[in-house]
């Protein structure tokens, strides 16, 4: 379960998403949905959804380790875990022709997602 002070900085992050898109395009996001590169566009925001919970989960995981509240064996079948996640979506990146840097959100003044 996520802590208030990480919901909070979900809800900012979020917030400011939202109005650079708005101010980007001088209204609210919409999608641009040329057929040619649907499929593109749909694995790059999927895939960036998925990196971006891989880092909650770790940022996650990397606080449980500071409180000591896993065990060595727990900490390496997440550690584990989570570069394969990692190596899974920088390899489906690829097959689609993405750059894995691609899935990088520039969050403004929060600065990059990763």
């Known amino acids: 379960m996520a802590d208030f002070d990480d919901v ?13 898109l708005e101010q980007r395009s ?32 770790e940022r996650q995981a990397l606080r449980r380790v500071d409180e000591g509240t896993l065990t ?22 690829t097959q689609v022709g993405l750059d894995p840097k691609d899935l990088n959100l520039d969050l403004g003044p929060l600065g990059k997602l990763t």
């Open 8 to 20: 909070k900085a979900l809800e900012m992050m979020a917030a400011e998403l939202k109005d650079r």
């Open 26 to 57: 001088g209204g609210p996001a919409r999608w641009n949905a040329n057929p040619e590169d649907v499929r593109k566009s749909v694995m790059q925001l999927v895939l960036t959804l998925v990196d971006f919970i891989r880092q909650v989960m």
């Open 72 to 93: 060595p064996d727990e900490i390496e079948r997440i550690g584990l875990a989570l570069m394969h996640l990692e190596q899974t979506v920088h390899d489906l990146a």
